[in-house]
T-cell receptor, first 112, second 120 residues
Framework: AAGVIQSPRHLIKEKRETATLKCYPIPRHDTVYWYQQGPGQDPQFLISFYEKMQSDKGSIPDRFSAQQFSDYHSELNMSSLELGDSALYFC???????????FGPGTRLTVT | AQTVTQSQPEMSVQEAETVTLSCTYDTSESNYYLFWYKQPPSRQMILVIRQEAYKQQNATENRFSVNFQKAAKSFSLKISDSQLGDTAMYFCAFMKHGFSGDTNAGKSTFGDGTTLTVKP
């Protein structure tokens, strides 16, 4: 069965650079969630989209922005990167009403 | 706001034995979902089991079962016949009921996790 795809899987950036993470949900899933998991921490909700509209927002820094496109894939844009942004970034997708989120493999971002 | 608490940072169990991981939560919502996720060293987040709050019957998935006590806001995970492959971090998570697009519905709130080691 198709799963959530995230790219890239690993990313190394320097401070103050910009990064773009991509998420391709499971086919027919219309909702995308982004989570950030720091080292030794639990995942923290960042933002979600339903039908290309932002549906909820969590602890996402103003330096980050995201959107969902017409094909339902989503991109998380991160600017002015800081060392503290180093984390595993998960994307999850679901279909309206199912309440089962399927997680992608994550993108490991390292900021040096 | 919801909170999820896992009071056991680390646990270990002998292969083939049974282990129970604890989770408590706090919410004012009456309709919600609870999940257990497994995160092995690969860091992939894998759904283990799901419980709908309106169902009194405890969910079961093969060797995994839960003890859901709604009044006590407790949601423990029992792993029977533990296997070496069960070694992982386990997260308990809460999700408010709602539909995609509803504020606060759908996003998960996670506990701090319990690291489980299965010993041969």
């Amino acid at each position: 069965a198709a799963g959530v795809i995230q790219s890239p899987r690993h990313l190394i950036k320097e401070k103050r650079e910009t990064a773009t993470l991509k998420c391709y949900p499971i086919p027919r899933h219309d909702t995308v969630y982004w989570y950030q998991q720091g080292p030794g921490q639990d995942p923290q909700f960042l933002i979600s989209f339903y039908e290309k509209m932002q549906s909820d927002k969590g602890s996402i820094p103003d330096r980050f922005s995201a959107q969902q496109f017409s094909d339902y894939h989503s991109e998380l844009n991160m600017s002015s990167l800081e060392l503290g942004d180093s984390a595993l970034y998960f994307c999850a997708s679901s279909h309206r009403g199912t309440h089962e989120q399927y997680f992608g493999p994550g993108t490991r971002l390292t900021v040096t | 706001a919801q909170t999820v608490t896992q009071s056991q940072p680390e646990m270990s169990v002998q292969e083939a034995e049974t282990v129970t991981l604890s989770c408590t939560y706090d919410t004012s919502e009456s309709n919600y979902y609870l999940f257990w996720y497994k995160q092995p060293p690969s860091r992939q987040m894998i759904l283990v089991i799901r419980q709908e709050a309106y169902k009194q019957q405890n969910a079961t998935e093969n060797r995994f079962s839960v003890n859901f006590q709604k009044a006590a806001k407790s949601f423990s995970l029992k792993i029977s016949d533990s296997q070496l492959g069960d070694t992982a971090m386990y997260f308990c998570a809460f999700m408010k009921h709602g539909f995609s697009g509803d504020t606060n519905a759908g996003k998960s709130t996670f506990g701090d996790g319990t690291t489980l080691t299965v010993k041969p």
